[in-house]
């Protein structure tokens, strides 16, 4: 029998954990169950071990075959000598071997640090070097892009990477699917412990580490699952990359483990792409964002694909316009759901009942009945109810700090814990909140601060622009000026015509755009979201 490695503890250094008096309370009120989070995968392969867990192009494979695979996938990585509490860099796309690779460091208690297929050498030399990395797993290519050369780079730079594992010609690196082995026990988990690492969204700077708990990760994928109706008949498309917070446990794959349905994925999410693994695997529920959802919607005049299945689709990671909302449930024929989430915890999601108006119009309210959320002014006060204000919220599946980032978290935090989101926000009666922009998204022209998202949105409604993003550029007299850029389906129209156009929406004279750009397609984040900060510079340039 092989002896048991016991969990270093190093991998708490800089981790931020709940007070135990609100653990208490979570326990207590049962949304913390106790159990690890791979716990989800065991079970649904206990109850349902026939079930398809994954459909891919050679056909189904069963729960008990993922059970199977992400114990030997276990053992394989403990044998190689990586030790319950270390961390592993995991940069994987929408590949079934994400998910053995996953539950694989789930079982073994090691720690993956999950970064999407877009970060580059900054990104992963930072992630690799904050989070002390003993390991880096990758695809060898994707696309033009060659992993083992990044990994290569990484590896002479962070020194703690011991490993580097690739999942197809590995060259001088060990096979990912060498690994595999059986084995005896795997270690005890705690809980409370971290689960797994996301990469924080934020816009400013380098990305952070965010540690999530067995215990909160499987409350956020489980209460998800239930807001959504998600069942053993469900069919979920990884559509955004699997290692994102949205697509992963929003319910995502997660979600969808821990009720025994299937998971599929696109590497692709393109129309041409993402329809035909619909129709083909009868996918019922996937997540996109607005940029997305826009393509997806405007694809079904002449792409031919049968999307009936389609359930759910969810849209977030960004504000999604009216009238792209509106355009969904007529264009796919699925149930709109607006998902407003971050990496550092609180869901928001409208539900399945609302009523038109709230699903067109309002970002969805708070997951869980412990989520707690303030509404506040510059000063920290609340403001009146229904007034815009920036969101404050801790909970039962919000992080208390980032990993390793003490003179951030000063900032980022309150006191008395509560995660400053950045994102300005109105609640409704309801509870329902309608995302108004980010703080930090404004420009100030001369004096007068123009919110990005609400000039966004008018821009939206004219029937030439696709997509448009405003920004601010430098200018000598005001500071700040106004600049629209503008992605068109027909003839680009002129900066008077826009002028026009805005005022007869009613939007006052300072908020108009002083210049007017077109281009072809907008920068875009690892996960797809507009990129305001890579447009501000070319723009700018
Ligand atoms: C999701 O997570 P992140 O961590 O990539 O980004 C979080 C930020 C939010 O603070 C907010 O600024 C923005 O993205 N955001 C939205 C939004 N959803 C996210 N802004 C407006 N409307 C929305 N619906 O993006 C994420 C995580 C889990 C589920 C869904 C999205």
């Given at each position: 029998?092989?002896?048991?490695?016991?969990t270093?503890?190093?991998?708490?250094?800089?981790?931020?954990?709940?007070p135990?008096?609100?653990?208490?309370?979570?326990?207590?009120?049962?949304?913390?169950t106790?159990?690890?989070?791979?716990?989800?995968?065991?079970?649904?392969a206990?109850?349902?071990?026939?079930r398809?867990?994954?459909?891919?192009?050679?056909?189904?494979?069963?729960?008990a075959?993922?059970?199977?695979?992400?114990?030997?996938?276990?053992?394989?990585?403990?044998?190689?000598?990586?030790?319950?509490?270390?961390?592993?860099?995991?940069?994987?796309?929408?590949?079934?071997?994400?998910?053995?690779?996953?539950?694989?460091?789930?079982?073994?208690?090691?720690?993956?640090?999950?970064?999407?297929?877009?970060?580059?050498r900054?990104?992963?030399?930072?992630?690799?070097?904050?989070?002390?990395?003993v390991?880096?797993?990758?695809?060898?290519?994707?696309?033009?892009?060659?992993?083992?050369?990044?990994?290569?780079?990484?590896?002479?730079?962070?020194?703690?990477?011991?490993?580097?594992?690739?999942?197809?010609e590995?060259?001088?690196?060990?096979?990912?699917?060498?690994?595999?082995?059986?084995g005896?026990s795997?270690?005890?988990?705690?809980?409370s412990?971290i689960a797994?690492?996301?990469?924080s969204?934020?816009?400013?700077?380098?990305?952070?580490?965010?540690?999530?708990?067995?215990?909160d990760y499987?409350?956020?994928?489980?209460?998800?699952?239930?807001?959504?109706?998600?069942?053993e008949?469900?069919?979920?498309?990884a559509?955004?990359p699997?290692?994102?917070?949205?697509?992963?446990?929003?319910?995502?794959i997660?979600?969808?483990?821990?009720?025994?349905?299937a998971i599929?994925?696109?590497?692709?999410p393109?129309?041409?792409?993402?329809?035909?693994?619909?129709?083909?695997?009868?996918?019922?529920?996937?997540?996109?964002?607005?940029?997305?959802a826009?393509?997806?919607?405007?694809?079904?005049?002449?792409?031919?694909?049968?999307?009936?299945?389609?359930?759910?689709?969810?849209?977030?990671?960004?504000?999604?316009?009216?009238?792209?909302?509106?355009?969904?449930t007529?264009?796919?024929?699925?149930?709109?759901?607006?998902v407003?989430?971050?990496?550092?915890g609180l869901?928001?999601?409208?539900?399945?009942?609302?009523?038109?108006e709230?699903?067109?119009?309002?970002?969805?309210?708070?997951?869980?009945?412990?989520?707690?959320?303030?509404?506040v002014?510059?000063?920290?006060?609340?403001?009146?109810?229904?007034?815009e204000?920036?969101?404050?919220?801790?909970?039962?599946?919000?992080?208390?700090?980032y990993?390793?980032?003490?003179?951030?978290?000063?900032?980022?935090?309150?006191?008395?814990?509560?995660?400053?989101?950045?994102?300005?926000?109105r609640?409704?009666?309801?509870?329902?909140?309608?995302?108004s922009?980010?703080?930090?998204?404004?420009?100030?022209?001369?004096?007068?601060?123009?919110?990005?998202?609400?000039?966004?949105?008018?821009?939206?409604?004219?029937?030439?622009?696709?997509?448009a993003a405003a920004?601010?550029?430098?200018?000598?007299?005001?500071?700040?000026?106004?600049?629209?850029?503008?992605v068109?389906?027909?003839a680009?129209?002129?900066?008077?015509?826009?002028?026009?156009?805005?005022?007869?929406?009613?939007?006052?004279?300072?908020?108009?755009p002083?210049?007017?750009?077109?281009?072809?397609?907008?920068p875009?984040?690892?996960v797809?979201?507009?990129?305001?900060k890579?447009?501000?510079?070319?723009?700018?340039?």
């Amino acid at each position: 029998m092989t002896s048991i490695p016991t969990t270093s503890s190093t991998h708490r250094d800089g981790y931020v954990p709940f007070p135990a008096e609100a653990a208490d309370a979570y326990r207590a009120a049962g949304y913390w169950t106790g159990r690890p989070l791979d716990d989800l995968l065991r079970e649904t392969a206990r109850r349902h071990p026939h079930r398809p867990a994954l459909l891919d192009a050679d056909g189904a494979r069963s729960y008990a075959w993922l059970d199977a695979a992400a114990d030997r996938m276990a053992h394989g990585l403990l044998a190689l000598g990586i030790a319950p509490g270390d961390r592993v860099v995991v940069q994987l796309p929408n590949v079934p071997e994400f998910l053995t690779v996953l539950f694989g460091l789930l079982r073994a208690g090691i720690i993956p640090v999950l970064t999407l297929p877009a970060h580059r050498r900054a990104e992963i030399e930072h992630l690799a070097a904050l989070s002390g990395a003993v390991a880096y797993i990758a695809v060898d290519r994707l696309g033009d892009f060659d992993y083992r050369e990044l990994a290569a780079t990484v590896r002479t730079a962070v020194p703690s990477l011991r490993h580097v594992l690739i999942l197809g010609e590995a060259g001088s690196d060990i096979e990912l699917n060498s690994v595999p082995r059986e084995g005896g026990s795997l270690p005890a988990i705690d809980p409370s412990d971290i689960a797994l690492m996301l990469v924080s969204g934020g816009t400013t700077g380098l990305p952070k580490l965010i540690a999530r708990t067995h215990d909160d990760y499987l409350y956020n994928a489980t209460a998800s699952a239930e807001v959504c109706a998600l069942t053993e008949d469900d069919v979920y498309l990884a559509t955004l990359p699997a290692a994102h917070n949205f697509p992963l446990a929003c319910p995502g794959i997660l979600g969808t483990v821990s009720v025994g349905g299937a998971i599929t994925f696109v590497t692709d999410p393109s129309p041409e792409s993402a329809f035909a693994v619909i129709e083909r695997h009868q996918v019922t529920v996937t997540a996109v964002v607005p940029p997305l959802a826009q393509l997806w919607c405007a694809a079904t005049e002449w792409e031919e694909a049968d999307l009936s299945s389609l359930r759910l689709l969810q849209v977030g990671g960004a504000r999604l316009a009216e009238v792209n909302a509106r355009e969904v449930t007529p264009a796919l024929g699925a149930t709109l759901q607006q998902v407003f989430g971050m990496a550092e915890g609180l869901l928001n999601y409208t539900r399945l009942d609302d009523a038109a108006e709230l699903l067109h119009t309002t970002q969805g309210r708070a997951l869980s009945p412990a989520d707690e959320i303030r509404v506040v002014d510059a000063d920290g006060n609340d403001v009146a109810p229904g007034d815009e204000g920036e969101l404050l919220t801790k909970g039962p599946y919000t992080i208390r700090g980032y990993y390793r980032a003490p003179e951030h978290n000063a900032r980022a935090f309150t006191p008395d814990g509560y995660y400053r989101s950045g994102d300005l926000v109105r609640r409704l009666p309801s509870g329902h909140l309608v995302v108004s922009g980010r703080i930090k998204d404004v420009i100030n022209r001369g004096g007068e601060n123009i919110s990005c998202d609400e000039l966004e949105e008018h821009l939206l409604a004219h029937p030439a622009v696709r997509h448009a993003a405003a920004v601010g550029l430098p200018d000598a007299a005001l500071g700040e000026k106004v600049c629209a850029v503008l992605v068109v389906d027909d003839a680009m129209p002129t900066l008077a015509e826009i002028k026009t156009f805005l005022t007869t929406r009613g939007l006052a004279t300072y908020k108009l755009p002083d210049v007017l750009r077109q281009a072809t397609e907008l920068p875009i984040t690892a996960v797809g979201k507009i990129d305001k900060k890579a447009l501000r510079a070319v723009e700018s340039a």
